[in-house]
């Protein structure tokens, strides 16, 4: 029975192998449908993550725009962090790490950025999001009105069912000359804010039945139908969709919305279907931001660190193999087997998650690689002590396994509790760097725990059937 576990666990250890070295050594995962030659079961980018401090890019202090921190609150700051954080990833910016720091910051980082200014300007127009009565005469885009919907952070009506704009269009409303004959300036036009970015429930885009791009939106059940009502009295007017006082787009009511639902159309192509999909979902936050520090970290630093990382790890390795075969013999030998295929799973991992690997992420994983044989070294100094008592190879290497299983499962678990403290803290404060060591302290232990109790021991089991003890003695280190 034991013979046929030990079997099929080789056969599993054999395989994560396999799939360990696929993915290691891809940047893309593709697995073609059989079923369809134009579509894929799996397509995913599995290329390794680097962190701002080994890739390059940007790091910027975000700060609630209000006069009292107090008066922030911690849940629309995390909301506030999830839509900064969406909306950069839905414009490109790959890998963005966005941590709340305090009761009133949130630290953001872009590894790899190449145009910091766009990145911060992009953070600072995610403010108000208004679709506007335009009346008759729509503006073009780019163009800045003036709305009767104030940018105050307090909880206002998002929508109202007044149709008509609060003053007359300047363009109508006559003017008195100046008794020097000039003309005085014309009186701005307010435009009226039919309901905000906060009455969107979802967007996305979509193709009309001839193919065009368009932009469909889902309202919130409680505002259906005071829109229902806006639209219905409007048709063949137009609803601007303003972001921060800006126009962005003037679609045309073509009939009455109801339902909750619509489209806007616009002879879109898919970029600026998206682009404007963008907008619309994220538009809206519940505290405002403004950039108080930022700073741009080059790549030639981080490609240094990668070099001293890579050699470091390569050498702590080596050193590690090299011990184990010279004290431990054939053991140290299946030990650093193990080793290896704990280095192929651990990388595995990181890209399969996927952890984005920072200079103290990548310490964390060094450090874990002389963790990945403590367990080892308990078990195989049990094993000595079981030989020498007159134990056969198999009771030996069982028992060794039994009776350092405490110390072992004491220790990880003592290092698990400090990932776990060590995250929090990183969490709490923002400090990204902390969070990495942690992750990757944290995963090299449990996968240490697997290939220590499970892979090493696989293989010392195969090798009672070509090795005898009492015919080599030396081998066990006796």
Known sequence: MKRSLNNNWLIVIVLLIVFSLWIDLSK??????????????????????????????????LQADVKDCASVSSDDLQVTRQILESRANALGVSEVVMQVAGNCRIVAEFPGVSNPDEVVASLQQTG?????????????????????????????????????PT???????????????STPPAEPQVYHTVMTGAALDSVSVTQSQLGEYQVSFVLKPDQATVFADFTRTHIDQYLAIVLDKKVISAPVIKSEISGGSGVISGSFTQAEANSLTIQLRYGSLPVPVKVVESRTVGPTLGEESVRRSVLAGAIGLLVVIIFMAVYYRLPGILADLALITYALISFMLFKIIPVTLTLPGIAGFILSIGMAVDANVLIFERLKEELRSGRTLRQAIDLGWNRAWPSIRDSNSSTLITCVILYLFGNTFGASMVKGF???????????????????RTFLHLALDTVKLDEHPNWFGL
């Open 28 to 61: 893309n995962v593709t697995i073609p449908n059989p079923l369809d030659n134009t579509n894929y079961l799996v397509n995913r980018n599995v290329d390794t993550k680097l962190g701002l401090d080994l890739r390059g890019g940007l790091q910027t202090l």
């Open 128 to 164: 108000l999001l208004e679709f506007v009565d335009m009346g008759s005469t729509p503006l073009p885009a780019g163009t800045a009105v003036i709305t009767d919907h104030g940018q105050s952070t307090t909880t206002a009506p998002v929508l109202t069912p007044t149709p008509a």
């Open 167 to 181: 003053s007359t269009p300047a363009a109508a409303a006559p003017t008195t000359p100046n008794p020097d004959g």
């Open 438 to 456: 942690s992750i990757n302290l944290a995963l090299g232990v449990l996968v240490s725990l697997f290939t220590a109790i499970i892979v090493t």
